[in-house]
């Protein structure tokens, strides 16, 4: 159900697209009072839907779709250790003094990170490479697009929680959010509280809608390396491209976001630091690569 139930006016407004949400839920429906929620429904609907992209290049490409189940099979529950994980470890003074495995299981009180969930996947492909013998950088070429597919549905989870938003703004995307459905007052600064906005009696959040924006240059991150990857000009190619592009298009985003993660007590923003590091290294590989090449001829 929608968390502004009690006024009849929308949940989520983009005033300058004209568009406006109502009875937005973050609950699918419950099951014997087990609640469902819309986050995690994007989350499941991302990794089918990033294991079909896959397995259709898995074919056309001549590899084994079971070594690919086999990649699924580990890869995914993996990559929730890792998001979660990640998430726990960073954020740890938000948890302080609780027991470390009763809050790492606690999924249901929110809190994932991507990166972990990469770092997972890396891993998780690392070692089905070495029990299957095949490249690791033909598992990675080929599993990287549909990591971004998978980024772009679940992104919408957080249109669905109303988080992970930016600041204020009144550009063309500009999105309200009804304030009485923010969970978390600590993600809204002093510059959203100074331009509350009224409609229909009820106050909004204005704000820059990060998840669409990330979700948005992911799918054409993910177009541009389907088309590009018949013509790649070394394996491995593929997957660094995805490091550089996504860590790019992180870096924008994070610097709009009103809830970045913090590295320790240094007062740097974690996510940045980590788009910088994976776009610089891959980056650095990619021209390493075509030097490689063009040494050969």
Known sequence: ????????????????????????????????????????????TG????????????????????????????????????????????????????????????FRDGGLAIYGGIIACVISATIIAYRKKIPFTVIADTAAPSMLLGQVIGRFGNFFNR????????????????????????????????????????????????FLYEAFFNLLLMIALIIYRPRKKFD?????????????????VESLRTDQMIFLNTGLPLNQGMAVLFAVVSLGLIVAGHLRIRSKK
Not at 5 to 34: H, K, Q, W, Y
Not at 68 to 96: H, T
Not at 239 to 252: D, N
Request: hydrophobic letters at 45%; proline letters at 3%; aromatic letters at 18%.
């Open 163 to 210: 988080e992970a938003f930016g600041g204020y703004t009144d550009n063309l995307f500009a999105m309200q959010i009804y304030a009485g459905d923010v969970r978390s007052k600590s993600i809204i600064t002093n510059e959203i509280m100074e331009n509350v906005v009224t409609f229909n009696g009820a106050a909004y959040y204005q704000v820059h809608p990060t």
């Open 1 to 44: 159900m929608s968390l502004n139930n009690t006024m009849n006016v929308p949940d989520i407004r983009f005033p300058n697209l004209g568009i406006s949400f109502e009875n937005v839920p973050s609950v699918l429906f419950s099951i014997f009072g087990l609640e469902i929620y819309m986050y995690a429904v994007c989350i499941v």
């Open 236 to 252: 491995g190619e593929i997957v660094l491209l995805y490091f550089v592009g996504y860590g790019v298009i992180r870096f924008f």
């Open 47 to 106: 990794i089918i839907s990033a294991y079909y992209l896959g397995i259709w290049w898995v074919k056309r490409s001549g590899q084994k779709v079971d070594d690919y189940n086999d990649l699924l099979m580990l890869g995914v529950p993996l990559a929730i250790i890792g998001l979660r994980l990640y998430y726990v470890v960073f954020n740890w003074k938000e948890y302080s003094g609780q027991n470390f495995f009763r809050v790492f299981i606690n």
